[in-house]
C-alpha cells in the first residue's frame, strides 16, 4: 500500500527508480526511545539498510544545523542496526552541501539523495534538470496566487477563464496568462482540447506551499503581536473567534487546525485580514502589543476575500484549507505533524480529487 504522506510518495518514487534498489516504507515509527514519521527499509543484492525517517520541512541554511544536529541525536537513540533518514521538501545547493560534510543522510522531492552505509552508497543531486530548477525558482509571489486559485478551484476553473482566476488570485489578467504558459513549461499543468490540466496535484501543492513558506507569507505579514500582559494565548482565543465576524478577518493557522480537527490544542493563529480592514482596531480590540516573538500573526488577504474561506462543514470565519495546511507545515514542527495531515486527509484530498478539468 503506497503512502499517505505527499512527501514519502515522492521519495519513494525516486528511491524505486534508481537501478538495484528495493525500497519499503511503513507510515510512523514507535520504540521504547523514539516517536518518528516512517520506517524506511532498503536493499540490494549485497545488504539492507533500516532507516527510521524524520521528516523536516523548510531546511533551510539558517536552520540546517539545528537539523544535522537532531537527525545526530536521533541516530544515538535508535536501535543497533537503525540509522536516522531526514525526508524533507526541496534543499539549495548549499543545504546539500553541509548535509554531505556532516554526514548526514537525507531525501528530498526533488530527488537529492544522500545514502551512505556498507553496500548501499547513493549519492544523486538535482534530478530535475537544471533548467527547470533555474525556472522554478523564477515564481513570484503574484504566480504563487495564481497557482493558489488553481488549487482551491479545480473543478470550477477553466484555464481559458481568465478573468476567473484574476479575480481570486488578486492579479492582472496579464499576470494570469504568463503564470499559466510558466507552469505550463515546468510540467506542473497541462493543455488539452483548448483547456489546462494539473498534471499532478500534489505536485502543485508542494510548490505551492515552498513558495508560500519562502516569498509569498513574507509579502502578506503585517505584523506580530502577543496579548497586553501576562495574558497566555488560552485567554484570549475567544476573543479571537468571537470578534473574527465584526472586525472582518478569517482565523488560520493553529486555532483553525483545532477548530476543524478538535485534535489539537493551540498556542498560535493566524489572522487573515480582508481588504480594507484596519489591523490597529483589531490590535486595539484584542488588546494586542507588536512582538517579533509573538504568537498571533496578522496577514493580508489576496484577491477576492470569499475564495480564502472554508467552504467545508459550514464553519465560520475560518480561512480555507490550503492556508491553513501551509501555515501547519511551514516550520516543521513535529508537534503540527500529525494535526497537518488530518487537514490533509479530511479537506485537501477531497480537494484534489475534484481536479478534473479546468
Same mark, same amino acid.
Request: with cysteine.
Given at each position: ?7 514519502? %510518495? ?23 526511545? @523514539? ?30 544545523? %539545528? #537539523?544535522? =544536529? ?11 542496526? %537503525?540509522?536516522?533518514? *531526514? ?9 546539500? /552541501?553541509? &548535509? ?9 522531492? =526533488? ?11 547513493? @549519492? #544523486? ?11 522554478? *525558482? ?14 482551491? %478551484? ?16 488578486? #492579479?492582472?489578467?496579464?499576470? #494570469? ?8 513549461? &515546468? ?22 506551499? &515552498? ?26 482565543? /475567544? ?22 480537527? $478538535? ?13 480594507? @480592514? ?7 480590540? *484584542? ?20 475564495? /480564502? ?5 459550514? *464553519? ?5 484549507? &490550503?492556508?491553513?495546511?501551509? $501555515? ?16 490533509? /486527509? ?13
Amino acid at each position: 500500500m503506497p503512502p499517505k504522506n505527499p512527501l514519502f %510518495q515522492k521519495c519513494l518514487a525516486y528511491l524505486e527508480s534508481l537501478p538495484n534498489i528495493k525500497a519499503t516504507l511503513g507510515e510512523s515509527y514507535f520504540s521504547s526511545e @523514539v516517536l518518528a514519521d516512517g520506517e524506511l527499509t532498503i536493499s540490494n543484492s549485497h545488504n539492507t539498510v533500516n532507516y527510521v525517517c524524520e521528516i523536516k520541512t523548510g531546511v533551510t541554511n539558517d536552520v540546517v544545523e %539545528q #537539523v544535522a =544536529d537532531y537527525l545526530t541525536h536521533l541516530g544515538g537513540r535508535l536501535k543497533p542496526g %537503525q540509522k536516522p533518514l *531526514l525526508v524533507t521538501r526541496s534543499l539549495s545547493n548549499l543545504v546539500v /552541501d553541509q &548535509l554531505l560534510e556532516r554526514n548526514i543522510e537525507f531525501i528530498d522531492v =526533488d530527488g537529492n539523495i544522500y545514502l551512505n552505509s556498507p553496500g548501499i552508497y547513493v @549519492v #544523486v543531486r538535482n534530478q530535475t534538470s537544471k533548467d527547470s530548477k533555474n525556472k522554478s *525558482l523564477e515564481i513570484t509571489s503574484t504566480a504563487l496566487q495564481v497557482m493558489y486559485a488553481l488549487l482551491s %478551484q479545480p473543478n470550477t476553473l477553466k484555464g481559458d477563464d481568465i478573468e476567473q482566476i484574476s479575480y481570486i488570485s488578486g #492579479v492582472s489578467t496579464k499576470t #494570469v496568462k504568463s503564470t499559466l504558459k510558466k507552469l505550463h513549461e &515546468l510540467d506542473y499543468i497541462t493543455y488539452k482540447h483548448g483547456r489546462y490540466e494539473i498534471i499532478d496535484y500534489v505536485k502543485l501543492l508542494e510548490r505551492w506551499e &515552498l513558495g508560500y513558506s519562502e516569498t509569498l507569507r513574507s509579502k502578506l505579514l503585517i505584523g506580530t503581536f502577543s496579548p497586553i500582559g501576562k495574558r497566555n494565548f488560552s485567554e484570549i482565543e /475567544d476573543d479571537l473567534k468571537k470578534y473574527a465576524d465584526q472586525y472582518g478577518y478569517l482565523i488560520g493557522g493553529e486555532l483553525a487546525a483545532s477548530i476543524l480537527t $478538535e485534535y489539537l490544542r493551540p498556542i498560535s493563529a493566524i489572522l487573515h485580514l480582508g481588504e480594507n @480592514v484596519d489591523y490597529r482596531q483589531i490590535a486595539v480590540k *484584542l488588546k494586542l502589543k507588536p512582538d517579533p516573538e509573538g504568537s498571533i500573526a496578522l496577514l493580508e488577504s489576496f484577491g477576492h476575500d470569499k475564495y /480564502d474561506q472554508n467552504e467545508f462543514g459550514g *464553519l465560520k470565519n475560518i480561512v480555507h484549507p &490550503l492556508l491553513i495546511h501551509a $501555515e501547519l507545515v511551514r516550520t516543521g514542527n513535529s508537534r503540527l505533524k500529525e494535526t497537518a495531515q488530518l487537514i490533509y /486527509d479530511r479537506y485537501i484530498d477531497e480537494i484534489a480529487q475534484k481536479n478534473d478539468w479546468f
